[in-house]
């Protein structure tokens, strides 16, 4: 499976941006996904993910403003981002796990196999 993500770019702050991407094999809607991001200097971060079971769980930074969803007869995968902060400033990364367990939404990098090449969202004040 390879993804791209794409849909980044500089906003204001409390602006909104729709983050896409898209993956190539016919497993992909049976993997669990996630969007990750890294700012400058800083760790890569779990910002949404959903499960097998379609369960979507969101870090606290994001939650009631970032929406996870998934298209599966197009083999896309969104972030809906708004009322975005410059805090929000980051690499934003897609990323699959084709492991076959049902259970909940994994934020842990490292239980994901395959990664999208990341888009830049820059969010000035």
């Known amino acids: 499976v390879q993804l791209q993500a794409s849909g980044g770019g500089l906003v204001q702050a409390g602006d909104s941006l729709r983050l896409s991407c898209v993956a190539s094999g016919r497993t992909f809607s049976s993997y669990a996904v996630g969007w990750f991001r890294q700012a400058p200097g800083k760790e890569r971060e779990f910002v949404a993910a959903r499960s097998r079971s379609a369960i979507t769980y969101y870090a606290d930074s994001v939650k009631g403003r970032f929406t996870l969803f998934r298209d599966n007869t197009k083999n896309m995968v969104y972030l809906r981002m708004n009322s975005l902060k410059p805090e929000d400033t980051a690499v934003y990364y897609c990323?699959?796990?084709?492991?076959?367990?049902?259970?909940?939404?994994?934020?842990?990098?490292?239980?994901?196999?395959?990664w999208g090449q990341g888009t830049l969202v820059t969010v000035s004040s």
């Open positions: 990323a699959a796990d084709r492991s076959t367990d049902w259970g909940p939404p994994k934020s842990d990098s490292y239980e994901y196999d395959f």
